[in-house]
């Protein structure tokens, strides 16, 4: 449903771009000297890769993801260990020091499990957090050079996602859709 929202939202923007276009009508004091609205494309997926904050925090975010890595190794091989020593002794062991020791061993293992498990929620939620953050950046970024080099509407250059990243407010038009729309509701009741 999302990607049909994005759809419908960017069929509709480009629609008032070209109809603006088009009719020549809209804000003829917010054009570009010539009266031509100044319109480009970001494709933010590469503003992203290319980021050196990102890769810097990426890069960190790997180390921890290593190091917790290693530790995980480093318990399972002590747990391994402990199995190899068990299964060398088991014969010498009464059945119930075997299935204590067992389940010691089964006990650890579950630990360690539930370590890794929530080092991995850890590090999705960094990273999460991280890219969330870096977007906005970017986002942020868009608008800056949307106001200060005047452009009317910039687009995301992905063709998944499409959409307004920014818009000069004389291409808004919303209140006059809710205008409309609730004229029209309210002719019809």
Do not use: C
Request: negative net charge; hydrophobic residues 35%; proline residues 2%.
């Amino acid at each position: 449903m999302k990607l049909g929202k994005n759809v419908i939202l960017g069929v509709l923007t480009l629609s008032v771009v070209f109809y603006i276009a088009a009719t020549g009508l809209g804000f003829a004091q917010d054009t570009t000297p010539d009266g031509q609205y100044k319109i480009a494309v970001v494709d933010r997926k590469a503003v992203y890769d290319a980021y050196e904050k990102q890769q810097d925090q990426m890069e960190q975010l790997d180390q921890l993801v290593r190091q917790r890595e290693q530790e995980i190794d480093e318990m399972l091989s002590e747990v391994q260990e402990q199995q190899q020593q068990f299964e060398q002794r088991r014969a010498s062991l009464s059945e119930t020091e075997a299935l204590a020791e067992r389940d010691d061993i089964e006990r650890d293992l579950r630990r360690i499990q539930r370590q890794h498990e929530e080092w991995d929620s850890e590090i999705n939620r960094q990273a999460n957090r991280l890219i969330s953050q870096l977007q906005a950046e970017i986002n942020e970024v868009v608008e800056e050079i949307g106001i200060e080099e005047n452009y009317h509407l910039i687009f995301d250059g992905d063709p998944n996602l499409g959409g307004v990243l920014y818009h000069s407010s004389p291409l808004n038009m919303t209140s006059r859709v809710i205008e409309r729309i609730n004229s029209n509701y309210r002719a019809g009741n």
